[in-house]
């Protein structure tokens, strides 16, 4: 356990984390945190809901989530009641371009667009009929915006961050 001063708003957050001794000897990954909500990953009662490393961009590492979207993320996992394995959560510029991702994307962990102050988006890999109707009615129940494609269902939280209202689409 190693301790690490986190700078927020010009505050200085001193807090115990844990450091993955593969990334720094074969990939520095900068992680960044808000409100430090993903320090101890998304859990419930010791349960892992979602850890840092599902939600980091897959190309460089970092993970910077919109403040409130990790108490989103548990609500919902919780409403749903089931396991979720995410496919995309937060992206740099250079993933997001890799990946066909729109300019404004709201899995970008620097939303010039939108200014939003991290990713408020995630995609949910899909794993049949039955198992997509319940996330997307526990979704659609708290206010998610939804995205439904062959392979993932993209869920964001638009309405919390921008003056956008809450979309229905598909890809």
């Not at 986190?6 to 708003?9: G, L, R």
């Not at 979207?69 to 510029?93: I, N, Q, V, W, Y």
């Not at 939303?111 to 049949?128: E, F, H, L, Q, S």
């Given at each position: 356990m190693y301790l690490i001063i986190?700078?927020?708003?010009g505050k200085s957050i001193r807090t115990p984390v844990r450091i993955d001794f593969?990334?720094?000897?074969?990939?520095?990954?900068?992680?960044r945190f808000y409100n430090n909500?993903?320090?101890k990953m998304i859990e419930n009662q010791?349960?892992?809901l979602f850890s840092d490393k599902e939600l980091a961009c897959r190309h460089c590492g970092e993970l910077i989530l919109a403040p409130g979207?990790?108490?989103?993320?548990?609500?919902?996992?919780?409403?749903?009641?089931?396991?979720?394995?995410?496919?995309?959560?937060?992206?740099?510029?250079e993933h997001n371009r890799q990946e066909?991702?729109?300019?404004?994307?709201?899995h970008l962990t620097?939303?010039?667009?939108?200014?939003?102050?991290?990713?408020?988006?995630?995609?949910?890999?899909?794993?049949?009929a039955e198992y997509?109707?319940?996330?997307?009615?526990?979704?659609?129940?708290l206010g998610w915006s939804i995205g439904v494609a062959k392979s993932f269902i993209h869920l964001d939280r638009r309405s919390d961050y921008t003056n956008l209202k809450a979309a229905l689409f598909t890809y």
């Open positions: 986190i700078k927020y708003i593969c990334q720094l000897f074969f990939k520095i990954a900068p992680y909500e993903s320090l010791g349960k892992i979207f990790a108490e989103k993320l548990k609500e919902l996992r919780l409403d749903f009641g089931l396991p979720m394995t995410p496919s995309s959560c937060c992206r740099c510029s066909g991702g729109n300019a404004g994307s709201f620097d939303n010039v667009k939108w200014k939003v102050a991290g990713t408020c988006a995630i995609d949910i890999v899909r794993r049949g997509d109707r319940r996330l997307l009615a526990s979704a659609i129940k």
